[in-house]
């Protein structure tokens, strides 16, 4: 519960700070979608990029606010399962661990980036020039998926060999991003499993508690009003309150179990290899 409400408080609320300096242009851009879908116009490029560059410019806020509030939420996870003794403050701590952790953290997600970019440029350039040939051979779709599931394949590998990254430089106090490449050797099929088996479980657990709270809202205050405030958006607080406030809650409570679900079993894979590797 502690852990919810810090997440609620450094990770959730800044979000929203965010959304609501970008609300008006979004606004402004579902009624000129509106308006171009009833008029069967198109809406103007320019007008759209503009709309698109203004909610992007503050992107780097919510970044930044996501991966301190990660790393603070998973820090308290790590530190509850690797140093178990180490418990004031709910095992919340704002120091070297979790600044370490944070740049490990911050690191990886531009890696995979650039390497999602790599990976998808030759990938997306071979399928195009693979499809104007298979009009004629449609043996060669099945190439193309070969090819695409591959690159899918290649990605969430090097992901796995490197997500030890995270509990390893809490664990270490410093950065330790390639030690994890070595530390994941011959366990990548089986931290995919754990990783599969985690995701089903969140999935369901998302699908359940998503379900409980749009029929609850639904039931108290109506479904129709919500399909009408989309297609005609307008900012009525009293239309968005009840819907924004069940979001946040429905939001916080995943995301906290998340990251202990994770977090928890990635702790216990980095324990169960590093003290081999440490005999």
Request: aromatic share 10%.
């Amino acid at each position: 519960l502690v852990w919810m409400l810090v997440y609620l408080a450094i990770g959730v609320l800044p979000h929203l700070g965010v959304m609501a300096l970008i609300l008006p242009q979004w606004m402004g851009m579902m009624q000129e979608i509106a308006s171009s879908a009833a008029t069967h116009a198109p809406m103007p490029p320019a007008q759209m990029m503009q709309a698109q560059m203004g909610m992007m410019q503050l992107q780097p806020v919510a970044w930044l606010v996501g991966v301190a509030s990660q790393a603070i939420l998973l820090g308290a996870i790590y530190r509850a399962a690797l140093f178990p003794d180490d418990s004031r403050f709910f095992y919340l701590r704002l120091g070297g661990r979790e600044l370490w952790l944070g740049l490990v953290i911050l690191v990886l997600i531009v890696m995979m980036g650039l390497l999602l970019f790599a990976i998808a440029l030759p990938v997306g350039i071979a399928s195009a020039i693979l499809g104007v040939v298979a009009r004629d051979t449609p043996a060669l779709v099945i190439v193309i998926v070969l090819l695409v599931l591959a690159a899918i394949g290649l990605f969430i590998w090097v992901l796995l060999r490197l997500s030890l990254a995270t509990p390893l430089s809490f664990a270490e106090r410093s950065f330790r991003l390639y030690e994890s490449w070595g530390l994941t050797q011959g366990q990548a099929g089986r931290i995919f499993l754990v990783a599969l088996a985690l995701a089903i479980i969140a999935w369901i657990a998302e699908m359940v508690l998503g379900g409980v709270a749009i029929t609850a809202l639904g039931g108290v205050y109506g479904l129709q009003r919500l399909v009408g405030w989309f297609q005609h958006p307008t900012f009525d607080l009293a239309v968005a309150m009840p819907w924004l406030v069940g979001g946040v809650l429905a939001t916080t409570v995943f995301s906290t179990l998340f990251f202990v679900l994770f977090g928890a079993a990635w702790a216990e894979i980095y324990r169960e290899l590093a003290e081999p590797a440490e005999g």
